[in-house]
C-alpha cells in the first residue's frame, strides 16, 4: 500500500470539485429519457440552450454512424427522425469527448486513444445487445460504454508513480492491474470511475457498469446483463489492441458475464473476427 | 524526414526507406518482414490464424502472411533477401481455458511462425506472448524493430 497516494486520492473523491464537469445539459437528458412526462420538445428544448453541444449534436446526428440518410438540422428534428434515446447517446457522445479525448500518461495511452476505445466498445456494447434481442437496454450499453474507463483520467497521475509496484504485486500475487491498482492505491479506475459518475448525479445503472466493468460477477443482479455486456465489450476491443494501454491485457475474462449475456463460444469469435467493422463504425462517430 | 504511418486492425502497408510503420497490438500479431538491400519492408496486423478463404487476406495469418511477401516481390524485392521479426499475440490474463476465444493469441503465434517457416523466411526476433499490450514501430531505414510493453522498451536490430 501507498499511504501517500491513498491519501491523495481520498481527498480527492472528499472534495468533488476535483473529479472533472461534464456540461449540465449531459445529466438532465439523461434524466429527461426516462421521466415520461418529458416531451420530444422539452428535450430538445435542454439541448438547444447549450449552443457548444447543440453544433456538435447536429453534426454527430448527420454522422455516418447514426445517420438516417435524411439531413437532419435541427435538435427538435433529431428526436424524431432518430428516437430520444439515440438523440441522449449522442449528447453524450458531445459532452464527454473533452474529458476523455486526451493523453493518459500513467496508462501509457496517446492522445485520443482512450476515446476511441469508449467509442469501439460503445458500438460493440449496443451490436451484442442487438443480436441478443435486448434492443430496449442497446442505447444504456452505448452510454456507458462511452465512459467506463472515466476513472482512468484521474488514476493516471498516480498510476504513473506507483506503476512499478502495481507490476510487481500483479506479478507476485498473480492479481488483475485493476485489483493491485486497488491494493496499491486504495482505489482502482472503476471506483475512481463510479465517484466521478456520482458527482454527476448519473443514474444507478450507468454508476454500475463504470464500478463492476472488470468484475461483472460483483455487480448486483438488476445491472448484471448491463454490465456483463460491456465487460464482454471491453475485452474483446483490448484483445484486438484498441485503446490496450501499460495495463496491457493483465485482466480476467469472465465466465459468468459470457453465460450471464447467453453468448456461445462461436458468437464471441465472431465479435472478435469482426473488429475491423466496430472499428470502421466507431471512427464513422464524428 | 522520417514518415510515420498507422497499420491498423486486419490491415497491411508496405513502403521504403525512411518510413515507420506503427501498430497497436493485443492478441493480434504484427509481422514485420524486411528486405535488408533494398531497405524496403512491410507490416501485416493480423486478427486471427485462419479464415475461410474468400474474406479479408489481410485479416489472417494464413494469407497475409503470403500476401505481404508477393506485394514486396512487387516492390522490388528479393526473397532470398527477407527476413522477419514478429510481435504480439498475448493473452488476457485470466481466464477459464475452455473460453476458445481465450486461446487466439496462442494460435495466432503458432500460425503465423508455421506460415513465414513454410514461406522460408527466417524470423529474427520474436516479442509475442504474455499478457502485455505492444506498441511496435518498424523502421524501414535499418529494419529494426521498437516494441513498447508495460512502460518499458526493447530494440530487436537482427535483421
Ligand atoms: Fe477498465
Ligand atoms: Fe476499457
Known amino acids: 500500500m501507498h499511504e501517500q497516494i491513498k491519501q491523495r486520492l481520498e481527498q480527492i473523491v472528499n472534495n468533488i470539485g476535483q473529479l472533472p464537469s461534464i456540461p449540465d445539459v449531459a445529466g438532465k437528458v439523461i434524466t429527461m429519457v426516462n421521466d415520461p412526462d418529458a416531451s420530444f420538445s422539452r428535450i430538445a428544448e435542454e439541448i438547444s440552450k447549450d449552443q457548444a453541444i447543440t453544433t456538435n449534436v447536429l453534426k454527430l446526428c448527420n454522422s455516418a454512424y447514426f445517420s438516417r440518410g435524411k439531413e437532419i438540422s435541427s435538435v427538435e428534428r433529431a428526436t424524431v427522425t432518430l428516437g430520444i434515446k439515440e438523440v441522449k447517446d449522442i449528447v453524450f457522445v458531445a459532452a464527454t469527448k473533452s474529458i476523455l479525448d486526451k493523453q493518459i500518461m500513467g496508462y501509457d495511452l496517446a492522445k485520443g486513444e482512450l476515446w476511441k476505445h469508449g467509442l469501439a466498445v460503445a458500438v460493440l456494447s449496443k451490436h451484442i445487445a442487438m443480436i441478443k434481442k435486448k434492443s430496449e437496454i442497446a442505447d444504456i450499453a452505448f452510454t456507458g460504454s462511452i465512459i467506463h474507463d472515466v476513472g482512468k483520467t484521474v488514476l493516471a497521475l498516480y498510476v504513473q508513480s506507483a506503476f512499478k509496484e502495481i507490476v510487481s504485486l500483479v506479478d507476485s500475487k498473480q492479481i488483475t492491474f485493476q485489483s493491485a491498482e486497488r491494493e496499491i492505491m486504495g482505489f482502482d479506475h472503476q471506483e475512481i470511475g463510479e465517484k466521478i459518475l456520482t458527482k454527476w448525479n448519473f443514474p444507478q445503472i450507468l454508476r454500475d457498469i463504470v464500478r463492476f466493468h472488470h468484475e461483472p460477477e460483483n455487480a448486483p443482479n438488476e445491472s448484471k446483463l448491463l454490465v456483463s455486456i460491456v465487460h464482454i465489450a471491453n475485452t474483446i476491443c483490448l484483445m484486438g489492441g484498441i485503446g490496450v494501454g501499460s495495463d496491457g491485457l493483465y485482466h480476467q475474462i469472465s465466465e459468468e458475464a459470457i453465460k450471464t449475456i447467453g453468448l456461445k463460444d462461436q458468437e464471441l469469435e465472431n465479435l472478435y473476427s469482426n473488429l475491423p467493422d466496430t472499428i470502421n463504425n466507431a471512427s464513422a462517430i464524428q | ?159
Request: with cysteine; glycine share 10%.
Open chain 2, 1 to 159: 524526414m522520417q514518415t510515420l504511418i498507422n497499420v491498423g486492425v486486419a490491415q497491411m502497408q508496405t513502403a521504403a526507406n525512411p518510413t515507420v510503420l506503427r501498430t497497436i497490438l493485443g492478441s493480434c500479431i504484427g509481422i514485420c518482414i524486411y528486405d535488408r538491400v533494398k531497405k524496403t519492408g512491410g507490416m501485416a496486423h493480423i486478427l486471427l490464424p485462419n479464415g475461410s478463404g474468400s474474406e479479408k487476406p489481410e485479416k489472417y495469418a494464413d494469407t497475409a502472411i503470403p500476401l505481404l511477401i508477393n506485394n514486396l516481390i512487387k516492390a522490388g524485392c528479393k526473397k532470398e533477401n527477407l527476413s522477419a521479426k514478429i510481435s504480439g499475440g498475448a493473452s488476457m490474463f485470466k481466464f477459464n481455458p475452455n473460453i476458445s476465444l481465450a486461446q487466439i493469441g496462442e494460435k495466432n503465434i503458432e500460425m503465423t511462425i508455421k506460415l513465414l517457416e513454410e514461406n522460408h523466411i527466417p524470423i529474427m526476433a520474436a516479442d509475442v506472448g504474455g499478457n502485455a499490450g505492444r506498441v511496435i514501430d518498424f523502421y524501414l531505414e535499418d529494419g529494426r524493430l521498437k516494441v513498447r510493453a508495460g512502460g518499458k522498451e526493447k530494440m530487436y536490430y537482427k535483421i
